[in-house]
Nanobody, 125 residues
Framework: VQLQASGGGLVQAGDSLSLSCAAS????????RGWFRQGPGKEREFVAG???????AYRDSVKGRFTISRDNAKNMVYLQMENLKPEDTAVYYC????????????????????WGQGTLVTVSS
């Protein structure tokens, strides 16, 4: 399974940005797709995730601003980011689990086995 993230860039605080992640290979129809990010000097952290049945989870700091979606027919997952803040600056990674996970496990980084290469989002103040 290969994941290819795109859509990062340099924006100003308050702007919007949309990330895309294309998956190829033998993905599971029951997998969970997620977005993670890693800011400068920080550990990689969960941002948003969506199960195969479209149930979702978000980290608290992005709730109401970020929206994850997926198009199973195209094998794509998206992250729409609104009202971006400088603290959102990070390399954003898309990821996928091997198969289904329970709702409480969506944010568990250890469940994700397939990773994209990352796309940089820089938010200036």
């Amino acid at each position: 399974v290969q994941l290819q993230a795109s859509g990062g860039g340099l924006v100003q605080a308050g702007d919007s940005l949309s990330l895309s992640c294309a998956a190829s290979g033998q993905t599971s129809r029951y997998d969970t797709r997620g977005w993670f990010r890693q800011g400068p000097g920080k550990e990689r952290e969960f941002v948003a995730g969506m199960r195969w049945n479209r149930s979702t989870a978000y980290r608290d700091s992005v709730k109401g601003r970020f929206t994850i979606s997926r198009d199973n027919a195209k094998n794509m997952v998206y992250l729409q980011m609104e009202n971006l803040k400088p603290e959102d600056t990070a390399v954003y990674y898309c990821a996928a689990t091997r198969d289904g996970v329970i709702l409480s496990e969506i944010s568990n980084i250890g469940r994700y086995v397939y990773w994209g290469q990352g796309t940089l989002v820089t938010v200036s103040s």
